[in-house]
């Protein structure tokens, strides 16, 4: 937990959010602001703070975000597809320094992102 992250926040609980899924390693919210009518983000429970941070021991818990992101999918209805996105430092328009990953779906996605 990093005592000043609005996500480790979140998964403290001390900041409220519309949780859909949890697990003992990850958990995944409604965005607060969202870009497509399904909007979630999957993080881990545990801080990193983005995929560059991230290195060859923690695959299992990249591989655990990612398929339990398609498990929500799954559940949520988005049969027609949906995207995930990790947004990676400044270029990538990472705002929130906590990996997440975000699930879009609900409408056509356009190719390439802005
Ligand atoms: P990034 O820009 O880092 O890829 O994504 C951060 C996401 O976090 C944004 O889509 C933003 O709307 C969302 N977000 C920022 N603050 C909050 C919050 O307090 N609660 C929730 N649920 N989402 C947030
Ligand atoms: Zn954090």
Redesign the pocket.
């Known amino acids: 937990m990093s005592s000043d992250c609005?996500?480790c926040k979140?998964v403290a609980g001390s900041?409220p959010?519309?949780r859909v899924y949890e697990d003992e390693l990850c958990l995944c919210?409604?965005?607060?602001?969202?870009?497509a009518p399904t909007?979630l983000?999957m993080i881990s429970k545990r801080h990193i703070g983005s995929l560059v941070e991230a290195g060859a021991e923690d695959a299992a818990l990249l591989g655990h975000l990612l398929a339990k992101t398609a498990e929500v999918a799954r559940g949520a209805g988005l049969e027609r597809g949906y995207r995930v996105?990790?947004?990676t430092g400044p270029n990538?328009?990472?705002?929130?320094?906590h990996l997440?990953l975000?699930l879009l779906g609900g409408r056509h996605m356009t190719w390439p992102p802005g």
């Open positions: 609005l996500f979140i900041i959010a519309k919210f409604a965005d607060i602001h969202p870009q909007h983000l996105v990790i947004n990538g328009g990472q705002t929130v320094d997440h975000h």
